[in-house]
């Protein structure tokens, strides 16, 4: 089955910074990889999501990169801000009718 | 308006006992799904159901059994609790198996002491 690696496990930066979030994923037939965040106390949601016909997709600051080759997608935030403090996961399937797999999730701490 | 609701929000237990955790989605959706979140914030799939049918059953103690009796409602019964059963639950639901985007509802924090 799938398997999503996610790193790093977690990430303390300055606000106005730029964070970047790494994921691995093992089966090359994934085609769609979307981003949750789960703010303290609170339940995942979806921020972004990109599928394999595109290699980048961007709204406002954040942005997903996608390498289909290497097996590998990112997670860009810019100018990053207190409110951007939340636990964030990546996650890949085969698309419809396919479970997601979720990565290990990466806690970012943006210090004011 | 909720759209994935579950009740209860915390649930504190003696080992040994049983509970039920109730889940709802208001969104039309004909997947639900079952996620438990442990201390270390993995999330891990344990049940999905597509129209009242389970589809996606994980490695799962038979302590623990899903029941949707229709396809707004899944819930989950958990028999003869452990210490390691304690974690966040999170109810979820989609418009189709795998289909984008998964909603989550707000989790019950179990507790078994």
């Known amino acids: 089955g799938e398997n999503v690696e996610q790193h790093p496990s977690t990430l303390s930066v300055q606000e106005g910074d730029s964070a970047v979030i790494k994921c691995t994923y093992s089966?090359?037939?994934?085609?769609?990889f979307p981003w949750y965040k789960q703010e303290l106390g609170k339940r995942p949601q979806l921020i972004i999501d990109?599928?394999?016909?595109?290699g980048e997709k961007k709204d406002q600051r954040i942005a997903v990169t996608l390498n289909k080759t290497a097996k590998h997608f990112s997670l860009h935030i810019t100018e990053t801000q207190p409110e951007d403090s939340a636990v964030y996961f990546c996650a890949a399937s085969k698309g419809a009718g396919n479970m997601l797999t979720f990565g290990g999730g990466t806690r970012l701490m943006v210090k004011p | 308006d909720t759209a994935v609701s579950q009740t209860p929000k915390y649930l504190v237990t003696q080992m040994g006992n049983d509970k039920s955790i109730k889940c709802e989605q208001n969104?039309?959706?004909?997947?639900m799904y079952w996620y438990k979140q442990d201390s270390k914030k993995f999330l891990k799939i344990m049940f999905s159901?597509?129209?009242?049918?389970?589809?996606i059953n994980e490695t799962v103690p038979n302590r623990f059994s899903p029941k949707s009796p229709d396809k707004a409602h899944l819930n989950l019964h958990i028999n003869s609790l452990e210490l390691g059963d304690s974690a966040v639950y999170f109810c979820?639901?989609?418009?189709?198996?795998?289909?984008?985007?998964?909603?989550f509802g707000n989790g019950t924090r179990l507790t078994v002491t």
């Open positions: 969104l039309g959706h004909d997947t």
């Open positions: 990109i599928r394999s016909n595109v």
């Open positions: 979820a639901s989609s418009p189709r198996p795998g289909q984008s985007p998964l909603h």
């Open positions: 159901y597509n129209n009242k049918e389970l589809i």
């Open positions: 089966d090359s037939a994934s085609n769609y």
